[in-house]
Every structure is written in C-alpha cells, then in structure tokens.
C-alpha cells in the first residue's frame, strides 16, 4: 500500500480521509467524509495488488445483496490508484467489546435481546446466502438510539485474510457473543479481543459455572449451540425465536442499552465549596460569649493557625502552665452562664430493723397478711413490740400480729392463736397455670385428631399413605396395559410439496405388523427446517372414529430421527405447526421409540409430523417400518 496516504487525503476524488481507526497487516480502516453526500463512511483500503483485494471486491459484491436495517451496508468498491477500497455506511455508538470492558456483563434480558437483534440479522443474511465469517464482540455495534448494528459484514472477514464463513460457524459466534454478553468471556470460533471463556478438557464451561444468577433458558441455548449433538445443526431462526421468547415484550429494552455506551466526552467535576470556619477574634472581648454573626466576622479577620500553635505573624505562644479564661468552659468562663446549684439532698428516711424482731414463744412464726380496717392509728407494724398491750401470755389478742388502735384491738374474726398462715403470692403464677392448662388441652386436641385420622385408615397428619395414593402415569399403565387400537387408514401429508404426495403406494406397510416392510420418505439434498425446502412431511392414521390414546410405539430406521405427534379430531390439511396446533408428544432419536401421554387424550387422526430428517449417504431421507397406537 502506498505509505503516502494520510488524513486530509482524498480517493477517488471523493472520499476525504479523516481518522485512522485500526489497521490489520497492510489493511486499514478509516473514517473519512463523503464530500458529494456530506456525510461520514467507513473505508476498509488495502494496496491493490494486495492477495486479498479480489477476495475483499467479492465480499463486498454480496454483502450489497443483503439488505437489513441490523448491518452497516456496503455503499462502494473499487480499485483506483493503487489502492482496493471497499466504502461502508457509518455507525457512531459503542461495541460490545468495550461495553464489556468498561461496565462488565449485561442483564440476562439486554444480553438476550442484544443477541436476539443480531440473529435476526443472520437469518436475513443466511436466507441470501451471505454469511458474516467474523462475528465477534468488536464487530456488534450499540449506536446513540440504544439499537444494533452490524460492522463488515462479509468484508471484515475477507479484510483479516479469513475464509468466506458459513452459516454453522455464525450461529456458533452468536452463541459466542450471548457468552461475552452474560459473563464477560469470549466463546465463539471467530477471534476476539474479549478474554477467552474458560474450559474443562476442551470443552467451554456452561455460562452458570462462570457467573452466578444466569437464567437456564439462556444458560441451556449456549451449551446447546456451542456444543451440539452429532448430526444436528439449529439455525439463527431458532437462536432468534428462541431469545424473543425468552425477552418477551421487549419495550424499554433499546432505549436502556444508551446507558451502558461509553461516553468519548470530557465530563467538568465541580467540587462543593468548602464551609468557612469560625475563628476567635483574639482582640475580641473574652470576657462575653461571641456571636455566630462575630465569629464569621472574625474569622475573616484572624490569622491563619499552623498545628503546631505557631501564626503567620511570629513564633507560637508560649505556655505558662495556666488555663486562660479562652480555655475554660462557657459557664465557668461567665459566671452568669453557669448553672444552679443542685438541689439539697433528700432526708434521711427513719431507721428500720434489718430483720423482724423474733416472736414471742409460741407465737406462729408467720402471720395472716389480710388487710384490716384502718383503726384510725398513723402508722403500721406488722409485730407488735409495745409490751404495754400485752400480759405475756402467748393467747392474748395483743400478740395477734395485726395493727392496734390506741387502745383497742381489730376482730379477725378468727379464734385467738389460730389465724391462718397465707402464703405469698408469686409473681406468674396464675400465668404459668393457664399455659399449662392450654398445652394440656392442645395435646388431648392433637391426640384425638391422630386417632381419628389413623381410625380413617390414613397418617397421623391426615394424608392418604403411599401404598393406597393415586397411581402415576406408569402405575397406571402397568395395572391396565393400553391395547393396540386398529387403524383404518394411512394418508401421506405433504403441504409443501409440487403433487402434495409422499410415497403413497407404500403408505399401508406402517401398520401392516411386519418390521421388514417400511415406508420412507423422498431423499432430500438438506434437512428440514427454517432453512430448509420444507419445514416438515408426515403421515395421518386414521382410527375410524375418535379413540382414547395412551402410547404410540414407533419402529424407525436411521438415527437420528425428529417427530411430532398431533391427535385430532378432524383430519389436518396443512403443516399442524403453522395451524398452531400443540402436539402430544414429540420424539428425537430412534431406532425404537415409545411416547408415553402424559394423560389419555381422545382424538380420531393421529398426525406423525417428521421435522428432522437422518441423514444417507445421498441426502437426507426418513424411513419407518411400523406405528401401533395404543388406548
């Protein structure tokens, strides 16, 4: 390539160069300004007798054929002065690569959806035939609005001296990019920036081993993809219609990604003021307390501190030892300020014996505490000492243990001597009384309960035991064994087809009882699918009236083979998937197949609808020997 080309360059007398934005070996990629239409383009320019220029000519060639509002389109391509030159639209947002580096890894639903955009882009492109060949976090663009945005399509592959791709490999890198998009780790065949997804004997780990918190939906399309099973490829229809299901209403989601573009700007950070501190004013009068209003005015006044006492007018002050009146607390500082003095301390209350005097000989050593009448005496104590009220002898009222009167003595009305000793009362008695009466009724409630239900013949709790519950789906089938229903006729269906006819002369050896005759389907040059010339072919068992199916025992031949089956009771006239129709089973192996239903249904035609063709050494091609429907 010529090494004089430079900004303010222009091609092809049109094209002003502007930045230079990656190079690749001889390859660069510019920014640059299409002077006739004002506006920006993306220029891939390699010198012209570069080996990649015919290559990169013909990827631009069919990347112009693809048309999709998802990929920056390819608007010129030309060989002039030297140089080979492929012109792109221009896209100004942020790729992942660098949203993933800046912000770290998306929300399940904008990974999905950012994903989902791009496979609608492959299904597009793959419909024509164009595959991108270089599908990578770098080349998946979110611009200003929040949408997506494909760079080189066909051109960045054949730029980096990479084969023209295929549509396997493009699903592989979408799967990839969903990876980078949940966990940050690249795992998709084409080369990334992104750090590579980490491994266990060769194989990638599943997004959920990566990063906590991944839906399995999106966890099980990864591993699915990434690793596929022999003989099976899905389509970027599938990787779309399955993240569409998975996002929902996607409303909100565009609009939500421009938060996560990285900004180019330079942002001003303005800092908060910082608060002016009050100072003392040290020619100011100490001797009454500042102001807030004289403090800030004095604080623009006074000189600057240092920490270690010193001022910017002369060495620190020097310490005497004292406490000057600056430093002593407000009210000690005025003497008005301080507080009053506290109040005298209580009297001291009357002197009591530690222990009650011992009583008499005789005397019951505890008393009755019931309360008596007031006898209009000003105190109270419950041993009589007053020797003066009593004659000493152990019977008299005096020593009665109750409050005298000035003279008299308070009737009990008890005999003399034999007052009943009360004890005291503990606190939470009654309460503890009443929780043990209400724990004992509840056991006598939770033992008749138990006996009634074991009475029953059930558990203690009151469920049926194991032995006498209700069957499952397999216990049932044991008790009663489903019997081989008759059918009354085989029809082919094939919507898709020139005749609408599929092997017909063959169609009665699927329920003739002999393995060795089988009916197949034509040999196809692809499988089924999206993608494919049909999306399916199946045939129609006809039980004479409607019957109630259990099971379906298939006899197939080659591996692997994918159906579904539909019970109806009208007989179908077109593909069941597109009449929205919910089958009762489906099947993906082979050679012997049984489908169990999960529940017996009622239906006449029994529609075996083939979806995934085995594949022959000339094609593709199913083959069965033998359908018995039991009910």
Not at 49 to 57: H, V
Not at 160 to 169: D, K, L, P, R
Not at 564 to 591: I, K
Request: proline fraction near 11%; hydrophobic fraction near 35%; glycine fraction near 10%.
């Amino acid at each position: 390539m010529p090494a004089s080309i430079r900004p303010g360059d222009v091609l092809a007398d049109r094209y002003r160069l502007v930045d230079l934005l990656s190079e690749s070996g001889d390859g660069r990629f510019w920014r640059a300004h299409d002077r006739v239409l004002e506006r920006h383009v993306a220029l891939h320019v390699i010198s012209a007798d570069d080996p990649r220029a015919e290559g990169l000519l013909a990827a631009a060639r069919r990347s112009a054929t693809v048309l999709d509002p998802h990929i920056l389109r390819v608007l010129d391509a030309e060989r002039s002065a030297g140089l080979c030159y492929v012109v792109n639209e221009w896209g100004s947002g942020t790729s992942l690569d660098i949203m993933l580096a800046t912000g770290g890894p998306l929300a399940p639903r904008r990974a999905a959806w950012l994903v989902g955009e791009v496979a609608a882009a492959c299904s597009v492109a793959h419909a024509a035939g164009v595959p991108h060949g270089r599908l990578n976090p770098e080349n998946l663009l979110v611009d200003t609005s929040g949408a997506v945005r494909v760079i080189g399509w066909s051109v960045d592959a054949a730029l980096h001296g990479c084969s023209e791709g295929s549509a396997e490999g493009d699903v592989v890198d979408l799967a990839g990019l969903l990876y980078a998009a949940l966990t940050g780790r690249w795992a998709g065949r084409s080369g990334s920036a992104v750090p590579p997804a980490p491994t266990d004997h060769d194989r990638v780990l599943r997004p959920r081993q990566v990063r906590a918190g991944i839906p399995r939906e999106l966890d099980s399309l990864c591993d699915e993809v990434l690793h596929p099973r022999p003989g099976r490829s899905v389509p970027a229809s599938q990787v779309r219609e399955a993240l569409e299901d998975f996002v929902g209403d996607p409303v909100g989601i565009q609009e939500s990604m421009v938060s996560r573009l990285v900004s180019r700007g330079h942002e001003t950070v303005v800092l908060p003021q910082v608060p002016e501190f009050a100072v003392r004013d040290p020619h100011a009068d100490t001797t009454a307390p500042a102001s807030p209003a004289a403090a800030s005015t004095a604080s623009d006044e006074a000189p600057d501190q240092a920490p270690d006492g010193r001022t910017d007018d002369g060495p620190p002050a020097e310490t005497t030892g004292e406490i000057t009146q600056a430093e002593l607390p407000g009210f000690l500082a005025d003497p008005e300020a301080r507080p009053a003095s506290p109040p005298p301390p209580f009297e001291e209350p009357p002197a009591r014996p530690l222990f009650a005097p011992d009583p008499p000989e005789g005397a019951p050593v505890r008393r009755s505490r019931v309360p008596a009448p007031s006898t209009g005496s000003a105190s109270y104590w419950p041993w009589d000492t007053d020797t003066g009220h009593h004659t000493g002898h152990p019977g008299h009222p005096g020593h009665s243990g109750y409050p005298t009167g000035a003279h008299g003595l308070v009737d009990t009305g008890w005999p003399t001597g034999t007052a009943p000793v009360v004890e005291d009362e503990v606190p939470g008695r009654n309460t503890f009384r009443l929780a043990a009466v209400l724990l004992a009724a509840m056991v006598v409630l939770v033992a008749v309960v138990v006996a009634f239900n074991l009475g029953r013949g059930r558990t203690p709790l009151g469920t049926v035991p194991d032995d006498q519950g209700s069957a499952s789906p397999s216990d049932r089938t044991s008790a009663a064994p489903a019997r081989p229903l008759d059918v009354a006729g085989v029809n082919d269906l094939d919507p898709q087809g020139e005749d609408g006819e599929e092997n017909p002369d063959s169609l009665p050896l699927v329920v003739d009882r002999d393995p060795a005759t089988t009916w197949r389907t034509a040999t196809y040059l692809q499988d089924f699918g999206p993608a494919g010339l049909k999306t399916g072919v199946g045939l129609v068992l006809d039980l004479g009236d409607s019957q109630e199916v259990r099971a379906v025992d298939l006899q197939l031949v080659g591996a692997p083979t994918g159906l579904s089956l539909y019970l109806t009771e009208q007989a179908p006239g077109g593909d069941p998937v597109a009449g929205g129709l919910e089958p009762v089973g489906q099947v993906s192996g082979g050679p012997e197949e049984t489908v169990e239903l999960d529940e017996p249904t009622q239906g006449r035609y029994l529609t075996v609808w083939f979806t995934d063709l085995p594949e022959v050494p000339d094609g593709w091609r199913a083959e069965v020997a033998e359908i018995t429907v039991r009910g």
